[in-house]
């Protein structure tokens, strides 16, 4: 089994886990009172929002990050190649760490965006009944699971289109996974960089 499968598997399992002993399952296929639907709509709300938040937040380092690293890497060629070597390795070492936090902000939204798209499932069911499930292959990566259409609210974005067939496979990836691609580049050359100048003092 491939690391993603594992990955999806464990996902799943524990998304299955969380459902299993939640409210969501308590309150499954029951009518909801006026103030059950207002807890719920504030639960959605603040689901989102705390998503948001950590989106804005790993902007907001990352922006910084960035422009210390190359702030940095400018500063460090006028040095002698001791304190540039150093400046490397702290950059290299706060790359780890960057890719770290990047990683727990990734969960930090999915787990949020997970909460919030079962207490609108709940809601939609409950307002506007369980309608009728379309013919095979209507669903799409903005479709809910235990919805049969498509909800009022976007959790998930399609990938974009492309004219060609080779642009569609460079569309496919997922956001996060372009951001960690990303980061892992600028990693891999800040590692470069202290192994380089490393080499120059031996």
């Known amino acids: 089994m491939s690391n993603k499968k594992k990955y999806d598997v464990k996902t799943e399992n524990m998304d299955t886990y969380t459902f299993e002993h939640s409210l969501w399952k308590r309150l499954e296929g029951k009518e909801l009172s006026e103030s059950q639907i207002s807890f719920l709509s ?7 929002e ?3 938040h950590a989106e804005n937040e790993r902007l907001t380092f990352n922006s910084i990050f960035l422009a210390l690293v190359a ?3 400018a500063f460090a060629g006028s040095l002698e190649p001791v304190m540039s070597a150093a400046i490397y390795l702290f950059l290299t070492i706060a790359g780890f760490l960057s890719i770290m936090l990047t990683a ?3 969960n930090t939204f999915s787990r949020h965006m997970f909460y919030a798209r079962q207490c609108y499932r709940l809601l939609h069911i409950n307002l506007f009944g369980t309608a009728e499930e379309p013919s095979e292959g209507w ?3 903005e479709h809910i699971e235990g919805l049969n259409e498509i909800p009022a609210y976007c959790f998930r974005i399609n990938s974009p289109m492309a004219h060609t067939r080779f642009g569609n496979m460079l569309y496919r990836p997922r956001t996060r996974k372009l951001y ?3 980061y892992l580049i600028v990693q891999l050359l800040l ?3 202290t192994v380089r ?3 120059k003092l031996f």
Do not use: P, V
């Open 197 to 199: 100048e490393f080499i």
């Open 104 to 106: 727990r902000w990734n």
């Open 180 to 182: 960690t691609a990303f």
């Open 191 to 193: 590692i470069i960089c």
């Open 139 to 141: 669903k799409s990566q």
């Open 71 to 73: 702030g940095a890497m």
């Open 50 to 52: 705390h998503a948001r």
């Open 42 to 48: 504030q639960c959605l709300t603040e689901n989102l």
